[in-house]
T-cell receptor, first 115, second 113 residues
Framework: GESVGLHLPTLSVQEGDNSIINCAYS??????FIWYKQESGKGPQFIID?????DKRQGQRVTVLLNKTVKHLSLQIAATQPGDSAVYFC??????????????FGKGTKLSVKP | EPEVTQTPSHQVTQMGQEVILRCVPI?????FYWYRQILGQKVEFLVS????????KSEIFDDQFSVERPDGSNFTLKIRSTKLEDSAMYFC???????????FGEGSRLTVL
């Protein structure tokens, strides 16, 4: 069946360093992937998405890489700041033909940024 | 910036009681969702709603759950007879179109005693 998971449950980085958060998915038919950030006590916040016809997409300080060969997704955060401390979830579109809001989330990686 | 709003932010209830969680999706959005997140676990899809009917639902969304859009702005999740395991954060979300970006509310924390 479908599953989305994360390699590392926690990640601690120094302020200013780059962060890389990884995610594996099992369904090769998945065509849409999203990264969300969740701060304590808040709802998930969209960071960046990518469709399966792309390998890389860049946003402001963030880059998502998609490797369909090994079914791997990563989120790179450049010059990590204390405000980036949160739990990061990858998600994939869970129902083909359905709306893009039906998502399967991974377990999450907690990013801690040390000043 | 438009946002999804949810009430209450926290509700404590006794097992067996009915609970209604309320959401006001972003005004020009057409697809509405409920997700839940048990403490420390991942966010799980419950149900999607479009054109005044359920379009998709997960195995979690059993007969104890129902959703309704009683007027042009509110979207509610009802749990008929709460169980201890229903304790979780419940997130409402909405998107403008079938292929749009999903926006989440801040969540409603439900504690069942």
């Amino acid at each position: 069946g479908e599953s989305v998971g994360l390699h590392l449950p926690t990640l601690s980085v120094q302020e200013g360093d780059n962060s890389i958060i990884n995610c594996a998915y099992s369904n090769s038919a998945s065509d849409y992937f999203i990264w969300y950030k969740q701060e304590s006590g808040k709802g998930p916040q969209f960071i960046i998405d990518i469709r399966s016809n792309m390998d890389k997409r860049q946003g402001q300080r963030v880059t998502v890489l998609l490797n369909k060969t090994v079914k791997h997704l990563s989120l790179q955060i450049a010059a990590t700041q204390p405000g980036d401390s949160a739990v990061y979830f990858c998600a994939e579109k869970g129902n083909y033909g359905g709306s893009q809001g039906n998502l399967i989330f991974g377990k999450g990686t907690k990013l801690s940024v040390k000043p | 910036e438009p946002e999804v709003t949810q009430t209450p932010s926290h509700q404590v209830t006794q097992m067996g009681q009915e609970v209604i969680l309320r959401c006001v999706p972003i005004s020009n959005h057409l697809y509405f969702y409920w997700y839940r997140q048990i403490l420390g676990q991942k966010v799980e899809f419950l149900v999607s709603f479009y054109n005044n009917e359920i379009s998709e639902k997960s195995e979690i969304f059993d007969d104890q759950f129902s959703v309704e859009r009683p007027d042009g702005s509110n979207f509610t999740l009802k749990i008929r007879s709460t169980k201890l395991e229903d304790s979780a954060m419940y997130f409402c979300a909405s998107i403008r179109s079938k292929a749009g970006e999903l926006f989440f509310g801040e969540g409603s924390r439900l504690t069942v005693l």
